[in-house]
């Protein structure tokens, strides 16, 4: 026990993707309230400046960097940062992800790929990179952002927006690439928790369900409420759920699992 209680002391440096609003930053918030130094990555400064600046008064150092990633440059660059800023990388949060919705008959290609891209082919290498960094030490815990809709299909009755007159010409509005994309994030975050065991790294998923998008509550209040009286807790998601999930994984109570999925949505996925 008292070995454990140093390890939990001990200061590490996270790398959160997409983590200047929302779920994200719900991630960076919780990780840092751990004392853990964090490395925001995404696409626009303002947000992520913003969280820096909000955590400012924080033990934990919080910094950013503007990158992209898909690009593998952009992901080199993020390991390097981090290692250059806090000398190591222990923790990755693979938060960030994008959707596509088309008429089922006039999918693009370049939708599907750029979801694939951002939601699962990112996270993968993202992975091994840190990885190769985490196992110098022994120590490393990878989450993945994933969805209830990585095992679930999407009822349109609670989307409005997916419902056109064309349907029977074009085929229903689906989003049907980023369903498969977290789909296949599941099965990856198994695969890489038995490839990163034996270096004492755990790699699990946090799957959030209804929540409203950052900054929209009031214009999502109709929906809120479809959303709400189809939960077993009768109502959404808050982003600091997310964020108390993914510290579970971070901490030595969680040394012993590996491979699992946090369903986070309030019951929706079991009725």
Request: glycine fraction near 10%; charged fraction near 25%; aromatic fraction near 8%.
């Amino acid at each position: 026990m008292e070995k454990m209680s140093e390890e939990k002391k001990e200061r590490r440096a996270a790398i959160v993707t997409g983590g200047g609003i929302w779920l994200g930053k719900s991630c960076v918030e919780h990780i840092a309230a751990l004392g853990h130094d964090v490395l925001i990555v995404g696409r626009r400064e303002g947000p992520m400046r913003a969280v820096a600046e909000e955590l400012a008064d924080r033990e934990a150092k919080i910094t950013y960097l503007c990158a992209d990633v898909t690009v593998a440059e952009d992901r080199e660059k993020m390991m390097a940062v981090c290692q250059e800023r806090y000398g190591r990388v222990d923790i990755l949060v693979n938060n960030a992800g994008t959707t596509y919705l088309a008429p089922l008959f006039a999918y693009e290609e370049s939708g599907w790929d750029r979801v694939h891209e951002t939601n699962e082919k990112a996270p993968f290498y993202l992975s091994i990179l840190a990885m190769q960094e985490m196992k110098k030490r022994r120590w490393g815990r990878i989450v993945n952002i994933g969805s209830v809709y990585g095992n679930l299909s999407l009822n349109d009755k609670f989307y409005p927006d997916m419902r056109q007159e064309t349907a029977e010409e074009m085929g229903p509005i689906r989003a049907s690439a980023y369903h498969s994309s977290k789909g296949g994030l599941r099965n990856l975050t198994r695969e890489l928790a038995v490839a990163g065991a034996p270096m004492g790294i755990t790699v699990n998923m946090v799957s959030p369900g209804m929540f409203p998008p950052d900054g929209e509550e009031h214009e999502l209040r109709y929906e809120k409420d479809i959303f709400a009286k189809n939960c077993p807790q009768h109502r959404v998601g808050r982003p600091e759920n997310i964020g108390h999930a993914v510290a579970y994984f971070l901490g030595e109570e969680a040394s012993f699992t590996t491979g699992a999925e946090l369903v986070v949505d309030g019951g929706w996925s079991i009725w």
